[in-house]
């Protein structure tokens, strides 16, 4: 077989969805300029995605928890400071672009508030807390033509195109099954619990309302915060939001997935509060281009696959093994040894990444869509988040993924959207 190679933009704008609008871009910041950037969310996550642009202009900081954001605000003095994003956005013009590490609950918000001002956008994953909000943010992304990337810092891997690479060549014969597996939330975050009947005092650094922004209102509790709001329905996404934007995005890249066709879950008790404390989740995807029929399974919770019989060993707390025709790729390793041995690699033809963060800046400034933009991204959030919905329906789901609807149990439906709070819309 001729081997062409493959051009930084072809492999880029072949992970969109719809790569020909995706590439257009503001071009209000040169190549050479520095980009002018606001974080909403500067503690936690949002500390460690400052560390990674220091290269640029950090401009404003927003936090809601300004001791949660200290450090960030003794790092950067001259940046101006916010306690609400949408204050910041109002008031200061300096602003070429936005980095999003808040809440799940908040993403879509903070996100949308920023694209409609123009400005370039990345936001930590999952892309939102619910379906229909990854079908708008990737609308509203192209609508805007501005650069964007989620949080899922692992699809910038070489380990990635390695395996794009393989898989595409033959490696292990045509792809039946992926298995996807996590310990989360064992010892992350508290699960399967009922909501907390006590109110506590709110810190003082905290605007408890802000922090809640479109979310039903509630007492304060400190069963919510630092970072036990994962666990909870109304601000988080459970297991699956959590780790599956990382575990899924590659898989979406590899197997080149659209939409599933049917989606199922089986948990632990499921209560109206907080994600159960273990589920398995099954994705049954069409064929697709060459690629046959294949069946794609999440565990959580601490739940496992089979140990397949090429690898021998005990899995670990996480990973992922894909079943071929010929062979297994446990992770990135070729199994069995006998097919690892005949195989002769392919050259590389896939561009590699500058780095994920790296990605975002170049789009910015006018360069090629980054590899985790807002159509990819949008796509594999939604299929993630459709597990969750799964979970609260109770049975087997029927997808139709371009009208974005449940067929076959119409109440299910409910799941993909929320109501917001009084005041907040998207």
């Known amino acids: 077989m001729t081997r062409k190679p493959i051009s930084r933009r072809s492999f880029f704008m072949a992970a969109a969805a719809t790569a020909a609008t995706a590439g257009a871009r503001s071009k209000r910041v040169s190549a050479n300029d520095k980009l002018n950037i606001a974080f909403i969310g500067a503690g936690g996550r949002g500390s460690g ?21 200290a450090g960030s605000f003794r790092q950067f003095p001259n940046a101006a400071k916010y ?49 229909w909000e990854a079908r708008r943010i990737a609308e509203a992304a ?17 380990w990635v195109r390695d395996l794009c690479e393989q ?8 792809v039946r099954e992926v ?34 922004g479109p979310a039903p209102e509630r007492p304060f509790n400190h069963a919510y915060l630092p970072f036990k709001w994962r666990g909870w329905w109304d601000f988080g996404t459970g ?28 948990s632990t008790e499921v209560n109206s509060e907080t994600f159960p404390l273990g589920s398995i989740v099954r994705y049954e995807f069409p064929a697709r281009e060459d690629m046959p029929p294949v069946k794609l399974v999440w565990y959580d ?63 910015c400034k006018g360069g090629e869509p980054a590899g985790a933009n807002f159509d990819p991204a949008g796509l594999v959030t939604e299929v993630v988040l459709l597990g969750n919905v799964a979970l609260r329906a109770g049975r087997k789901l029927e997808w139709d993924g371009a009208a974005m609807r449940v067929t076959n149990k119409d109440e299910a439906n409910q799941y993909l959207r929320r109501d917001y709070r009084d005041g907040w819309t998207l």
């Not at 220091?54 to 900081?61: D, H, K, M, P, R």
């Not at 910041?88 to 508030?113: C, E, G, N, R, Y």
Request: proline share 7%.
């Open 49 to 69: 995605n400052i560390k990674e642009l220091t290269g640029e202009n950090i401009v404003a900081l927003c936090d809601v928890d300004w001791r949660c954001a």
């Open 83 to 131: 306690k609400d994003y949408r204050v910041m956005l109002d008031k200061q013009k300096d602003i070429d672009a936005v980095v999003v590490s808040t809440p799940d609950h908040v993403h879509a918000f903070a996100a949308m508030a920023a694209m409609q001002l123009g400005k370039h956008v990345y936001c930590e994953k999952p892309l939102t807390h619910s379906v």
């Open 142 to 158: 192209r609508e805007a033509k501005v650069a964007t990337q989620m949080g899922n810092c692992g699809q910038a891997g070489d």
């Open 167 to 174: 898989v595409w060549d033959g490696a292990i014969g045509p």
């Open 179 to 212: 298995h996807v597996w996590t310990d989360r939330p064992l010892g992350w975050w508290p699960q399967g619990i009922d909501r907390p009947k006590e109110a506590h005092d709110i810190p003082d650094s905290l605007d408890w309302n802000l922090w809640l």
């Open 239 to 266: 297991a699956l939001g959590d780790i599956g934007c990382h575990a899924l995005h590659p898989i979406f890249r590899v197997l080149k997935l659209g939409h599933p066709t049917t989606v199922e879950a089986a």
């Open 301 to 363: 919770g601490g739940l496992k696959p089979e140990t397949p019989a090429e690898y021998g060993g005990v899995l670990d707390k996480n990973g992922t093994y894909y079943v071929g025709d010929k062979g297994i790729f446990f992770g990135n390793t070729l199994l069995p040894k006998s097919r690892a041995d005949e195989y002769e690699r392919p050259p590389q033809t896939l561009p590699r990444s500058p780095g994920h963060h790296a990605e975002w800046v170049l789009a």
